[in-house]
């Protein structure tokens, strides 16, 4: 069974950083796109930033300049670093990757659980 494992969460002070890492594991032949998502209290899941397996990345409007989301494909692994924390950036921030597994022939989407940023003021 494929599983997303984020780690990184945890309380950060405005202004600060913090890296999210997100690893794929299981017998996976294959990952499209993997990204970042997030959900504050209250709100609707949102999209954070994306990026292709060859390397093309894509973010929402409030994080640009201050996110940045990289993978290592040998690692099965995508990556958040988040600069310049906001308080308005605290939320769960899950991770998502379209991949395949071994012995199937269609990619699917797969969710993490989800890792918990809290940005102080």
């Known amino acids: 069974q494929v599983q997303l494992v984020e780690s990184g969460g945890g309380l950060v002070q405005a202004g600060g950083s913090r890296r999210l890492s997100c690893a794929a594991s299981g017998i996976i032949f294959s990952i499209n796109d993997m990204g970042w998502y997030r959900q504050a209290p209250g709100k609707q899941r949102e999209l954070v930033a994306t990026i292709t397996r060859g390397g093309s990345t894509n973010y929402t409007d409030s994080v640009k300049g201050r996110f940045t989301i990289s993978r290592d494909n040998a690692k099965n692994t995508v990556y958040l670093q988040m600069n310049s924390l906001k308080p308005e950036d605290t939320a769960v921030y899950y991770c998502?990757?379209?991949?395949?597994?071994?012995?199937?022939?269609?990619?699917?989407?797969?969710w993490g659980q989800g890792t918990l940023v809290t940005v102080s003021s």
């Open positions: 998502n990757a379209q991949l395949r597994e071994a012995f199937t022939t269609k990619y699917l989407e797969r």
